[in-house]
């Protein structure tokens, strides 16, 4: 369905129809991540996208649109998709997407509602952490106060989201900083699910070159622990919110419902900390 060697998807969305609609990374820039290097960014065009939906099943629930960040493409380009998605598969009902907080900036909150109302339902965001000091050693182009800013737009837009965030992101000795920073953003605004994900060291990022050269010492797990636990014990959700911790990079697996579920999810981190 692609032309990258790999397809990468949320793992919620392993039975969903894989819509291709981008290739690569736009900013393929993030200190940490080797998803698509080496693989030059384009768009896939329209007619080839409408080619993959004559094919499919016209009885698709629920489509994932494929590629690092396919909100690039633009308000036109995306109005048009959702529309022929609607023509080819008539039953879906909903439309998800990984996206950019430098993509969303590019939409205003008017496009972003009309664009919930075509079916686009459910976005996958990498905000990774609160604290603009981590943000930028890992190039991730954007602010914390970016990242509220875009949230706020997509809870105006009533398009709901997921918060992807990545804890000992910050390095040795700053996990407690980093919890509290980034618990500090999430709890201005709000968000369906917080997905986080243990930082992993890839070859060939410059993350791995930073390792080498001693300028990014990594967090122990217990650090790690640490600072989900922190984060945990600060996350004051404006609304009934999932935190889950089962992709598997995490060093522990839980999931659970905010606020209700606080004390619980916080003794089962506790457990491991012993």
């Known amino acids: 369905m692609s ?17 291709p ?6 900013h ?11 693989e030059k960014f384009s768009q896939v065009p329209l007619s080839r996208i409408e080619s993959e939906l004559k094919h499919g099943n016209s009885y698709t629930e629920r489509v994932f649109l494929t590629g690092a960040d396919p909100l690039v493409i633009g308000f036109q380009k995306m109005e048009h998709l959702l529309d022929l998605i609607r023509q080819y ?27 919930h109302n075509k079916g686009l ?11 603009d000091e981590c943000l930028k050693l890992m190039n991730k182009g954007h602010t914390a106060a970016g990242a509220i800013r875009e949230a706020t737009k997509l809870n105006q837009a009533h398009l709901p989201f997921n918060t992807i965030i990545v804890y000992g992101i910050a390095g040795k000795g700053k996990s407690l900083e980093n919890a509290l920073a980034t618990a500090e953003m999430i709890n201005k605004f709000t968000t369906k699910r917080i997905i986080t994900m243990s930082l992993t060291i890839f070859l060939g990022t410059k993350l791995n070159q930073m390792v080498k050269s001693g300028e990014f010492v990594p967090a122990s797990n217990s650090e790690r622990l640490i600072e989900v636990k922190t984060l945990l014990e600060n996350l004051r959700p404006l609304a ?10 995490n060093i522990l697996r839980i999931k659970g419902t905010l606020p209700q579920d606080k004390d619980q999810l916080i003794a089962e981190v506790e457990k491991r900390l012993l």
């Not at 609609?21 to 736009?26: A, F």
């Not at 039953?91 to 664009?115: G, K, M, N």
């Not at 009934?240 to 990079?249: G, L």
């Open 3 to 19: 032309e990258s060697q790999m397809i990468h998807y949320p793992q919620d969305e392993v039975h969903t129809f894989l819509l």
């Open 121 to 131: 339902r459910e976005l996958y965001i990498g905000f990774e952490t609160g604290s």
């Open 240 to 249: 009934p919110t999932i935190f889950d911790t089962t992709h598997p990079t």
């Open 28 to 38: 393929n820039a993030c200190a940490f991540c080797s998803m698509y290097s080496g």
């Open 89 to 115: 598969f008539p039953y879906c009902a909903c439309v998800a997407s990984y996206a950019s907080i430098r993509s969303i900036s590019r939409y205003s909150t008017e496009e972003l509602s009309i664009l």
């Open 21 to 26: 609609v981008t290739i690569g990374c736009s």
